[in-house]
């Protein structure tokens, strides 16, 4: 059938009509969703202003998940008593994956470059308050300080938004605040695969732990549809395999572990939360039997901390719950609607 010039313009109108359609309702349903998260959850916790400290002694500090005004802000709560039921302290401070050590945050933040959807990592002092701020290649991931706060890390999705899909692609970087200097792409460090010398284009990072020596770091290295537990060096810009199938390692404050989750096999997007002894790579599974995509925090030697999906109808929300690092035990909720804390400041 030919087109005449009237059928051509009604073809065009018709498609104008179409586009406006699907763009008018991506913006409804847009404002819907924020509506949402504005709209404070009858029964959810209770906020006061206040100073949140990354320093301040025997306080939790972490990103709140509970709908209303307070949506995405770092809070912090009594770590000690029911931390769940405490009335949260707000900053106005937002983060979409926080961690912090020694005084030192590492925030992940959603912004907007000349109109469009922007992330960036800004590095934070005890207050609060912005040093340095980077931009990001991607949706955030996963952030890590080191304990004495010099090092921060940072992962995120260039390609995709989950470790269950089934094609990602992750940038992970490592900034040393003592001079500023940033490795921008972890997949530029030398790696020694099972003994050998490794390169493929295939390899991607994740999850950076640190140790105590503001130098070693662990981390998740992926290559060939396999995980791989890395030790890795920043001065020496390298890393070397430990082990395999660990994802998200998380090392213990005395230095001896790692937790990890660990994939169930066939499966395409099931974990299990285990630790590894690092002396003898003996891996213990932990008493948490649902499925774990978080990168677990120590509060102490003996006890880890993970974010799970809420449950209830709290779409788009997580729940922090503990267990015994022991395989003992059974899982407990720390905090409703958050995201897992870094280990409260010591008291005084």
Not at 115 to 133: E, F, H, K
Not at 150 to 162: I, N, Y
Not at 247 to 274: F, M, N, Q
Request: charged share 20%; aromatic share 8%.
């Amino acid at each position: 059938m030919t087109l005449t010039p009237l059928r051509r313009l009604l073809v065009l109108a018709a498609g104008v009509l179409v586009l406006a359609g699907v763009g008018a309702w991506s913006v409804l349903a847009a404002a819907d969703r924020a509506a949402e998260e504005n709209t404070p959850r009858a029964g959810g916790p209770a906020f006061a202003a206040g100073k949140v400290s990354l320093t301040q002694p025997d306080r939790l500090v972490f990103r709140n998940m509970a709908a209303g005004p307070q949506r995405d802000r770092l809070v912090s709560v009594p770590a000690s008593g029911a931390p769940a039921g405490a009335t949260r302290t707000a900053s106005d401070v937002s983060c979409l994956r926080f961690h912090s050590a020694a005084g030192t945050g590492v925030c992940l933040q959603a912004t907007t470059v000349l109109g469009r959807p922007a992330y960036r990592a800004q590095v934070l002092d005890a207050g609060l308050n912005t040093l340095r701020s980077y931009p990001l290649a991607g949706i955030p991931s996963r952030a890590r300080v080191s304990p004495s706060g010099r090092l921060a890390a940072w992962t995120v999705f260039v390609k995709g938004e989950s470790y269950g899909s089934a094609f990602f692609s992750t940038r992970t970087s490592i900034l040393d605040t003592r001079g500023w200097k940033l490795a921008t792409n972890l997949e530029e460090f030398a790696i020694t695969l099972d003994g050998s010398p490794y390169r493929a284009a295939d390899v991607n990072f994740w999850g950076v732990t640190f140790a105590t020596d503001d130098d070693t770091f662990y981390a998740t290295l992926s290559t060939r549809d396999k995980t791989y537990l890395v030790r890795g060096s920043v001065a020496g810009r390298s890393v070397t395999t430990l082990a395999e199938n660990v994802e998200c390692p998380s090392l213990s404050p005395d230095g001896t572990r790692i937790a990890y989750k660990k994939r169930v096999l066939g499966t395409a997007a099931l974990w299990r939360e285990h630790v590894m002894d690092l002396k003898t790579l003996k891996p213990t599974a932990l008493a948490e039997r649902r499925s774990v995509d978080d990168q677990a925090v120590w509060l102490d030697d003996r006890t880890l901390a993970y974010a799970l999906p809420a449950t209830e109808g709290r779409t788009g929300v997580e729940d922090v719950w503990t267990v015994p690092a022991d395989g003992s035990g059974a899982p407990k909720v720390l905090l409703t609607e958050a995201q897992a804390p870094p280990r409260a400041t010591p008291g005084r």
